[in-house]
């Protein structure tokens, strides 16, 4: 079995990206299946290859997760049970998946990760939304600033990751992979993961692509102060040795 596990900053296209490639029968990826316990050092022995056995993958635990069964409504699920003893890779997504890398490559000796990047005005755009949004979990103080320090956090994280190991750590662009041009970068996705597209993934793809640009599109909700902050405090250099890394 091989193992697979997504991530990139909050807001970035993390659950688009793993509801994509669970539409591949060769993969089974959970929805922050496990997001209580990669951050719980009392409980690092618990982290190891059993989580993806079929047993307790799908026995889901309030100390393991909040995210419901698990994230992929009733018919996602039984679709997941179906295929999950014959995949090629299961694992999970989380966006601060990134910090626990050294934890998980001690457990999985063959985990594999896919870290996803998304403009930093998008980003930041949707942190507002989701920081002004009334009734959200979301907390209120996660604006544009709290945003941009967690960019540049988990993408110094990423290229320090990608650069000792580019095969294992795939760094990837929302805008390009999502974008009109996004069946070149989902084939060299898949290929950097040893297969070859499977009409399903790229069906999905190309049947919500307009989905997908409307998205790419909306408005932008900028704060006071947010563009000369993000101007400032982004880290450019960063960005630009990202640019360069993408699929």
Known sequence: MKYLFLGGPARS?????????????????????????????????????????????????????????????????AKMERKFDTVYYRGDKLPSIIKHVRLLNEKFK???????????????????????????????????????????????????????????YILVSYEKLFGPDGGECLTNLLASLGMKPHPAIVSYLNDNIENFQAISNKPLLDLIGQKKFIQEHVNWENVEKLKTRFL
């Open 13 to 77: 296209g993390t659950t688009a990206l793993v509801q994509l490639l669970n539409q591949d029968p060769r993969i089974a990826l959970g929805v922050e299946r496990y997001k209580y316990l990669y951050a719980d050092k009392a409980r690092d022995d618990e982290i190891g290859p059993d989580m993806f056995e079929r047993e307790r993958f799908f026995k889901f635990d309030k100390t393991e997760t909040n995210v419901k069964a698990p994230g992929y409504g009733p018919k996602g699920l």
């Open 110 to 168: 063959t985990g594999r990760y896919i870290f996803i990047f998304r403009d930093i005005d998008r980003m930041c755009s949707s942190w507002n939304v989701r920081a002004r949004k009334e009734g959200d979990a979301w907390p209120k103080k996660n604006d544009f600033r709290q945003a941009v320090k967690s960019y540049n956090h988990l993408l110094a994280l990423a290229l320090h990751y990608n650069e000792q190991n580019s095969r294992r």
